[in-house]
């Protein structure tokens, strides 16, 4: 019985039935990640009222209003000292703004985060904005949505690939929940956190954004978080203004990650340990909202401001320059705490003034526009940006001119910066992150693509003695080969000969006349000319041989080729050409002719 050929086997994607367990396994975690979202909301109303309004309460509330005076710079540097010292004696991992540590754990960590910084990351970072800190939720929901995604995988005999499909599910199910935008959650999932677009792991992780999406109404609300009166259309000849701006926010995008990463240098020269570091940030932060409160906390309110178009001129500069300041130097410190929430009031400053400058009558439309480039610039991820904030909004009448600044943005990080705000950490931990995802050309090409065909063959009743005599003699045929493919009287295949069998067969052979069959690897593990070259290379890799002899799929003894090292390199090869290698175009080669032309 022949065994089906594979082409009837291949499908668009490698995803099987194992894709609904997980996909049960991740609402769950949505219903989790939903419930871990209301909690760390909570606690950042808690800590915001309890420090600086001295009341308990657990709506969100800005600091701004408060009557505390001078006495309001002892609060963050209080909550910068809570920080440091729960990082130092509980978790170092709850430092920073969660996402560099959760794609730390799915790089190198195989996955597996640990119940402690599930606990501790929300905790320090409700204390870390509540005292004033000017940071966002989403960060350490994601850090700790992801926690608990990676503990209830870990319940499970799963793979390394399967748990970091549920961890990558709990981070994107809370960030879903805090700002009800599960497809922005998801999309977050494969820009950046995933490393793959695949069914298989994009649908486990939708349907916990889906989950987190649909509890947040009763748990956060219904709506969207920041509703607007819908803009209207930009025209086609305003799209420029939108270009232009979007421009600007790369630019602007690759200034703030500089400036964090400069203040983390800075930092890091101090003559003091890490753990004091965040009490010299609070210091900075309250310095800061001494001279503008509104650019403390969370700042939905300066969000929904922006949006609104009520905050205007000099109060837009206070805020962009007050903003930008404190929450570099507050990260560089190590705190815990988001960037979204602040990008995003930073981006909506940056185009609110960019609409006062080009005298829009609605500078909320430009707020938002400068929203997503900022955060889609800033942290490379594009169509994350766009779908945040329709999201946000349910301004749909948006979207083109969003998509243009945002792409623009996009293409000025890129090209101006090697990594974003988010890899730039991992980096500096010594992992690279590639975010260029691709269809490998093992699962593109096949076997008889690279494959030798005309392949040398030895007779497998050769005696020993006589290989080693052409072999020495030079052969031009067999002398450069690193393994022979033995044939019987009928061509048929036997075995295969390598010149690792030759080293052992002088110690280990006895026999006085031994043949190459003697010494040969008799037991073959073979390929198929119509298989992927995936699965002939995994073939290789799990018995540690460096080639395959090629059979035909309906008689094994019948030899159609060779597949060594060098037949995989090439389908790398391949594609590395037809990524570098330019050809002459149709003009080209016209404007050449006229040159050639001209100098005859």
């Excluded at 754990?105 to 640990?114: C, F, K, N, P, Y």
């Excluded at 995988?153 to 809370?174: D, I, N, W, Y």
């Excluded at 400058?357 to 800033?378: F, K, R, V, Y």
């Excluded at 940006?385 to 948006?398: G, I, K, R, S, Y």
């Amino acid at each position: 019985m022949t065994s089906r050929p594979v082409a009837d086997r291949l499908g668009d994607f490698t995803a099987d039935a194992r894709v609904l367990t997980l996909t049960l396994l991740a609402a769950v975690i949505g219903v989790v990640s939903a419930l871990v979202a209301l909690a760390l909301v909570r606690l950042i109303g808690l800590f915001t009222h309890l420090f600086y309004y001295h009341e308990i309460a657990g709506t969100l509330v800005s600091p701004a209003a408060n009557r505390l005076g001078a006495w309001a710079l002892a609060v963050p540097v209080g909550g910068g000292l809570v920080v440091g010292l729960m990082a130092r004696y509980g978790s170092e991992r709850i430092r920073g703004h969660g996402i560099p540590e959760a794609l730390e754990a799915i790089l190198i960590g195989r996955s597996r985060m640990t119940a402690k910084v599930a606990i501790l990351k929300p905790l320090s970072s409700a204390i870390s904005i509540g005292t004033g800190g000017p940071f966002g939720a989403e960060g350490p929901i994601i850090m700790t949505g992801g926690a608990f995604g990676s503990l209830f995988a870990q319940a499970f005999h799963l793979s390394t690939a399967e748990r970091k499909t549920l961890l990558v599910a709990g981070a994107a199910g809370g960030m879903a929940a805090v700002f009800g935008t599960p497809v922005a959650a998801a999309l977050l999932a494969v820009e950046l956190m995933l490393f793959e677009w695949k069914p298989r792991s994009l649908i486990p992780v939708a349907a916990a954004c889906a989950v987190a999406g649909a509890l947040r109404v009763p748990l956060l609300g219904a709506g969207p978080l920041f509703p607007v009166v819908p803009h209207p259309l930009l025209p086609g000849a305003a799209l420029a203004g939108a270009l232009g701006l979007g421009i600007a926010a790369g630019f602007a995008s690759g200034l703030l990650t500089w400036l964090v990463y400069a203040c983390e240098d800075l930092f890091r020269k101090l003559p003091i340990h890490w753990m004091w570091w965040p009490i010299l940030g609070g210091a900075v932060v309250g310095l800061g909202g001494l001279l503008y409160p509104r650019a403390l906390g969370v700042g939905y309110d300066t969000i929904d401001d922006l949006l609104t178009g009520r905050l205007v001129g000099a109060m837009l500069v206070g805020l962009l320059l007050t903003k930008g300041v404190i929450w570099a130097l507050a990260l560089g410190s190590g705190t815990s705490g988001g960037v979204l929430a602040p990008l995003l009031i930073m981006g909506g400053a940056l185009g609110a003034l960019a609409g006062n400058a080009a005298g829009a009558a609605d500078t909320g439309l430009w707020a938002a526009i400068g929203m997503g480039a900022t955060m889609g610039g800033t942290m490379r991820s594009p169509f994350t940006a766009v779908a945040f904030m329709l999201e946000l909004t349910h301004d749909v009448n948006v979207l083109p001119s969003l998509f243009v600044a945002c792409m623009a943005a996009d293409v000025v990080t890129v090209l101006l910066m090697k990594r974003s705000i988010l890899t730039e950490k991992v980096a500096r931990r010594g992992y690279h992150v590639m975010r260029e995802y691709i269809v490998s050309p093992l699962h593109q090409l096949r076997v008889e693509d690279v494959m030798e065909r005309d392949v040398p063959t030895v007779p497998a009743n050769l005696p020993l003695a006589a290989l080693f005599a052409r072999l020495a003699e030079l052969d031009p045929v067999l002398g450069r080969r690193q393994a022979w493919v033995l044939v019987d009287d009928r061509g048929r295949v036997t075995g295969l000969l390598t010149r690792g069998d030759l080293i052992r067969a002088l110690d280990e052979l006895d026999d006085d006349r031994p043949t190459v069959l003697d010494a040969a690897t008799r037991s073959l593990i073979v390929a198929y000319p119509d298989e992927l070259l995936d699965e002939a290379t995994a073939r290789m890799l799990e018995a540690n041989v460096g080639r395959l002899p090629v059979v035909s799929r309906e008689d094994h003894g019948k030899l159609v080729g060779y597949l060594g090292r060098s037949g995989v390199m090439a389908a790398w090869l391949h594609v590395a050409r037809e990524e570098h290698h330019r050809e002459p175009g149709w003009l080209t080669e016209q404007l050449n002719q006229l040159r050639s032309s001209r100098t005859k």
